[in-house]
């Protein structure tokens, strides 16, 4: 783990995400950051440039626990209701459209906290 909730906590001061949720969170978002970064990331000894990569790694995180909460009380496939007319509206949301919305918010985070370490795959990104 390159950020711990402990950083996340103390040096990001972070207090959105419980610390249960953090690790899973954590993993994902750093496979990302070593996918787009052909884990250059890795061997990063500037400390300007370490700390800047830990605070990308708690925003996208916090991110993406934003996301998930976002799905977490809305019943299967529901997304209105009005009891007085009866109108219900469903929606197809899958684990996989949440996913790539976690994904997407958090490669956007990484590509705006981190465009001018170097640091960024220059190549395709789907």
Not at 57 to 69: K, V
Not at 74 to 85: K, L, M, Q, W
Request: aromatic residues 12%.
């Amino acid at each position: 783990m390159f950020v711990d909730y402990g950083y996340y906590t103390d040096s990001f001061a972070g207090s959105l995400v419980p610390a249960e949720e953090f690790a899973p969170l954590e993993r994902e978002a750093e496979r990302l950051l070593g996918y787009i970064t052909n884990k250059r990331y890795l061997e990063v000894s500037d400390a300007a440039t370490v700390s800047a990569i830990k605070n990308s790694l708690c925003s996208a995180i916090e991110e993406a626990y934003e996301i998930d909460q976002q799905y977490v009380n809305i019943p299967a496939g529901v997304t209105s209701e009005t009891t007085d007319g009866h109108s219900v509206t469903f929606a197809k949301v899958d684990q996989s459209s949440i996913m790539q919305q976690r994904k997407k918010i958090m490669y956007d985070i990484f590509a705006q906290d981190l465009f001018d370490t170097g640091l960024l795959y220059q190549g395709v990104y789907p």
